[in-house]
């Protein structure tokens, strides 16, 4: 069994229902449920609580495109699933654990993300963020003229070299189909921000869009997105919608899960890193 921090928290112990179910339970019963609560905080949760749990899992069960688990009045059952589920886990654990200061990697999950966004909007996607991968320049003007090479846009200035991405995850863009050797400006373009902490409120407004319309004179002015591997719950929708652009929360990203996965390395090193994950999860 997976420890289960903050059990007073109905989209948290939902979380922590979602990793049982796909790694090691075939179905969750209320009562079961109520019993590791109680052990967790010293008293037994109320029927009010446990109705929010279950009324957050249906929810959620109905928005993933292919089914992953299924709720009924007091059971919640796996389902059969022939996608990869290591997207999917990975995610949970970050939601779940990333907070405890465990030991994670943002670089998988921008990755994820890059290939997620592409999908989503039938193109292509850079990793832009820092730490940067290999092979990708260091150096924040090289990458912001590399960008302007791969879009087509116009380069016009440098962000300060003070700046390591300047807010900025993951450029995404869905060139036009052209018969030429290189396509033309003019098209859509995403830049993301990732987080994957507990505190990822507080950086839903962290792109200055102004700045990078400073940086690239974009033909069609981009718009920003920001990517999280929780799943945002409908009270905070609206307002996380207006303050961070365009959202892929967890729903989202495992929907737009390409199939088949393009990039063998990086689903091999999730599936790697999960393993790691899963030990210091388990309660011992």
Same mark, same amino acid.
């Given at each position: 069994?997976?420890?289960?921090?903050?059990?007073?928290?109905?989209?948290?112990?939902?979380?922590?229902?979602?990793?049982?179910?796909?790694?090691?339970?075939?179905?969750?019963?209320?009562?079961?449920?109520?019993?590791?609560?109680?052990?967790?905080?010293?008293?037994?949760?109320?029927?009010?609580?446990?109705?929010?749990?279950?009324?957050?899992?249906?929810?959620?069960?109905?928005?993933?495109?292919?089914?992953?688990?299924?709720?009924?009045?007091?059971?919640?059952?796996?389902?059969?699933?022939?996608?990869?589920?290591?997207?999917?886990?990975?995610?949970?654990?970050?939601?779940?654990?990333?907070?405890?200061?465990?030991?994670?990697?943002? +670089?998988?999950?921008?990755?994820?993300?890059?290939?997620?966004?592409?999908?989503?909007?039938?193109?292509?996607?850079?990793?832009?963020?820092?730490?940067?991968?290999?092979?990708?320049?260091?150096?924040?003007?090289?990458?912001?003229?590399?960008?302007?090479?791969?879009?087509?846009?116009?380069?016009?200035?440098?962000?300060?070299?003070?700046?390591?991405?300047?807010?900025?995850?993951?450029?995404?863009?869905?060139?036009?189909?052209?018969?030429?050797?290189?396509?033309?400006?003019?098209?859509?373009?995403?830049?993301?921000?990732?987080?994957?902490?507990?505190?990822?409120?507080?950086?839903?407004?962290?792109?200055?869009?102004?700045?990078? +319309?400073?940086?690239?004179?974009?033909?069609?002015?981009?718009?920003?997105?920001?990517?999280?591997?929780?799943?945002?719950?409908?009270?905070?929708?609206?307002?996380?919608?207006?303050?961070?652009?365009?959202?892929?929360?967890?729903?989202?990203?495992?929907?737009?899960?390409?199939?088949?996965?393009?990039?063998?390395?990086?689903?091999?090193?999730?599936?790697?890193?999960?393993?790691?994950?899963?030990?210091?999860?388990?309660?011992?």
């Amino acid at each position: 069994m997976f420890e289960l921090p903050e059990a007073d928290d109905a989209q948290r112990v939902a979380d922590w229902v979602e990793l049982e179910l796909a790694l090691d339970r075939e179905s969750i019963s209320k009562a079961w449920l109520t019993s590791i609560i109680e052990q967790s905080v010293g008293e037994q949760p109320s029927e009010h609580f446990l109705s929010d749990i279950w009324r957050v899992l249906s929810d959620r069960a109905c928005r993933y495109r292919q089914p992953r688990f299924s709720v009924e009045s007091n059971l919640v059952c796996r389902a059969e699933t022939t996608e990869p589920i290591e997207p999917y886990v990975a995610c949970l654990l970050f939601s779940l654990y990333s907070i405890n200061q465990r030991r994670n990697d943002p +670089k998988l999950f921008e990755r994820l993300i890059a290939i997620c966004v592409g999908e989503y909007l039938g193109g292509e996607s850079y990793v832009f963020g820092w730490p940067v991968l290999k092979n990708i320049p260091a150096n924040i003007e090289l990458r912001v003229r590399e960008i302007c090479t791969k879009t087509r846009e116009k380069f016009a200035e440098s962000p300060q070299a003070r700046y390591k991405d300047r807010g900025v995850d993951v450029i995404s863009w869905k060139p036009f189909l052209e018969n030429t050797a290189e396509h033309r400006s003019n098209q859509i373009v995403v830049l993301s921000q990732c987080a994957i902490g507990g505190d990822w409120r507080s950086k839903t407004g962290q792109i200055p869009l102004d700045a990078w +319309k400073q940086y690239i004179h974009w033909a069609n002015q981009p718009i920003k997105a920001f990517a999280i591997p929780m799943v945002i719950h409908d009270d905070l929708w609206h307002d996380v919608s207006t303050e961070a652009g365009l959202l892929f929360d967890r729903i989202r990203i495992v929907n737009h899960v390409p199939l088949p996965f393009p990039d063998a390395p990086l689903l091999d090193e999730i599936k790697s890193w999960i393993d790691l994950e899963i030990e210091n999860a388990r309660l011992q």
